[in-house]
């Protein structure tokens, strides 16, 4: 059966996969809470959960291939944005179907995630995804103030326009700063975040780990909270918590 993924291109699929690679850390976390007999590879950033028993296939950029085919997967899980387009083709290649997620925004993310689940997965939508769907799918709330998110320190680089981080601060009453430009993930001066129009710095635990002894000593105007990269960047179950432990 040939179904299209999020980017339209036809992958595959005569009988529902029942050996899976996740190069998609918070995809990964979804399928090991639903689907964990059928997760058999898995990236070396795929750290939800932590007890995960799978075989491990190097990083999101780097994947080893060789190590994904031996796997002998009916279904690569990739990402545009997190994954190289030069491994997805090079897996097709191989025959590995690869199905490739697009995911700029929250509602990108419920309806990418339903697609995987009943198109390529053949299986029924979680309970967690219904109720992350129940949690987001209503109006913008009153605007909380100006917030920037760093993700690396030396250089300074923070959450610029078109991201999933973003547009979840959006649905949470934040205005990004940095929400236009080109780059979706600019290099900015220290100066160009600790000042005075900006109402609040989130600090996450990933890419960079900041921590209470690293980040927030460096601002002098903006007050700072530390804040699981997780809640922030992954879809999948971890939209739920973002929601509860965020929005207040």
Request: with cysteine; charged share 30%; aromatic share 6%.
């Amino acid at each position: 059966m040939l179904i299209l993924d999020d980017l339209g291109d036809a992958v595959d699929l005569p009988r529902p996969p029942v050996r899976i690679v996740s190069l998609v850390p918070s995809i990964t976390e979804a399928l090991a809470t639903d689907l964990r007999q059928r997760l058999v590879g898995a990236t070396d950033w795929c750290t939800h959960p932590a007890d995960l028993d799978v075989t491990r296939v190097r990083g999101t950029k780097n994947p080893d291939l060789k190590a994904v085919r031996a796997l002998e997967p009916d279904l690569v899980v990739a990402n545009k944005e997190e994954n190289r387009a030069l491994d997805v083709r090079r897996l097709r290649d191989a025959g590995v179907p690869v199905w490739v997620t697009d995911i700029e925004t929250v509602p990108q993310a419920l309806d990418s995630l339903d697609r995987l689940y009943e198109s390529a997965l053949q299986v029924a939508r979680p309970e967690w995804l219904a109720t992350a769907r129940a949690r987001w799918d209503r109006s913008l709330p009153p605007t909380r103030g100006r917030v920037v998110v760093p993700i690396w320190r030396d250089p300074w680089m923070v959450v610029g326009p078109r991201t999933y981080t973003g547009d979840l601060l959006r649905r949470l009453g934040w205005v990004p700063v940095y929400d236009d430009g080109e780059d979706r993930y600019p290099a900015v001066d220290l100066a160009a975040i600790d000042r005075a129009d900006v109402d609040l710095v989130l600090l996450p635990d990933e890419p960079y780990v900041f921590t209470e002894d690293d980040g927030p000593e460096a601002f002098t105007q903006v007050p700072t909270r530390l804040v699981s990269g997780r809640l922030l960047t992954w879809y999948g179950p971890a939209m739920v918590e973002a929601y509860d432990l965020l929005s207040s």
